[in-house]
């Protein structure tokens, strides 16, 4: 193991790069600080353009990863909040947004009866339910079809 002060920014990159995917936003974030005070001020863009062109760094790759990763507990806006905080660009969000609604309801009943595994049995008990699906992100839409105990195939899941 090499100690962190030895490495290079080009070193740090491909570093956190091997433990997760990253978006270029959130890799430049944990670089900046390790940016020599004597080096050009595009020392930084160029380091993450040329990871962008060999393909190590990738910001569709990163969303696929942390879809893959917080989907089965989440809902779609959720996730694609995330996506967004993590500074993910359209392109990657839009790809991640297409996969996930196509599975919301599935997941969203998963979760719903691993937390509950009975319908309510009132109406304190229902808003809990429906608060707890809303809170993990999931589309009011989704919510009222897992509550209604409706199967998986009854049509689109979203407005």
């Known amino acids: ?6 490495l290079t920014l080009k ?20 670089l900046a600080a390790h940016v020599p005070s004597d080096a050009a001020p595009s020392t930084l863009e160029d380091l993450l353009n040329e990871l962008q062109a ?12 942390l879809s893959n990763r917080r989907a089965p507990k989440l809902g779609t806006q959720r996730v694609l909040q995330e996506l967004r905080a993590r500074g993910a660009d359209a392109e990657a969000v839009a790809e991640v947004a297409a996969q ?17 595994a009975a319908p309510a049995s009132s109406a304190a008990e229902r808003a809990k339910q429906m608060r707890f699906l809303a809170g993990r992100g999931f589309a009011p839409g989704v919510i009222g079809q897992v509550l209604r105990g409706e199967p998986e195939d009854s049509g689109d899941t979203l407005p």
Do not use: H, I, N
């Open 54 to 65: 060999k393909g190590y760094l990738s910001d569709v790759r990163a969303a696929q990863a």
């Open 1 to 6: 193991m090499f100690p962190t002060a030895s």
């Open 100 to 116: 996930l609604r196509g599975t919301e309801l599935e997941r969203a009943q998963a979760v719903w009866r691993k937390k509950f």
């Open 11 to 30: 070193g740090r990159a491909m570093r956190a790069l091997a433990a997760r995917e990253l978006t270029r936003m959130e890799l430049q974030a944990k």
